[in-house]
């Protein structure tokens, strides 16, 4: 069972009830796509193929926001909600991380809003300037899902009653 274990603050190691452990086997998936998103960053940054590797940028943008969705509402909707009855929603841990959701999402809303417009041509500097907003995403969102995975998910998994355990597992497969 270790691939549903995660460490807190040196508290030892705590297993994921399986809502918890679902959120957390989502993330993989979802760091191999912010992966593939730097790896095109990156091909502009060195100005390899630019409006090729721009263009395949966009296309994996806009599947990896459509992937992304459905993860972040069920933080947001059910676990943050949970939890937040608990510790709050205006500041601390729940605050921050919804933070960081928002902070991503307006990074790579911005991005594919620019990119969507109709007939829109764009300068090397231009498109230079897009990807890094894709860049600043994907850091801001790999240390968010370290933050969920070790600090976050094992602060549920003590805090929540096993019938809120349930229930989150229940709600987030309605998602």
């Given amino acids: 069972m270790s691939g549903c274990m995660s460490a807190f603050g040196g508290a030892g190691q705590v297993e994921l009830c399986p809502g918890l452990k679902q959120l957390k086997e989502e993330h993989p998936p979802l760091l191999s796509q912010l992966d593939g998103l ?7 940054e060195k100005e390899e193929d630019v409006i ?7 296309e ?4 990896f926001i459509a992937d992304l969705g459905p993860h972040s509402d069920r933080e947001e909707g059910v ?4 939890m937040g009855q608990y510790i709050g929603r205006t500041s601390g841990p729940i605050a921050v991380m919804e933070y960081e959701h928002d902070r991503a999402k307006t990074l790579i809303g911005t991005y594919l809003e620019r990119t969507a417009q109709e007939g829109a041509e764009f300068s090397e ?3 230079r300037e897009l990807a890094s907003q894709i ?8 240390e968010h899902f370290a933050k969920e995975e070790n600090v976050l998910f ?3 998994q003590r ?8 229930e989150l597992y229940q709600r987030i497969n309605e998602i």
Avoid at 60 to 63: F, L
Avoid at 79 to 82: P, Q
């Fill in 135 to 142: 860049k600043e995403a994907y850091y801001t969102l790999t």
């Fill in 38 to 44: 730097l790896e095109e960053v990156r091909k502009i």
């Fill in 60 to 63: 994996r943008t806009n599947k």
């Fill in 79 to 82: 676990l943050f909600d949970m």
């Fill in 52 to 58: 090729e590797t721009f263009s395949r940028l966009t």
């Fill in 154 to 156: 094992p602060m549920a």
């Fill in 125 to 127: 500097d231009e498109i």
């Fill in 159 to 166: 805090m929540l009653s096993d019938d809120e355990k349930a």
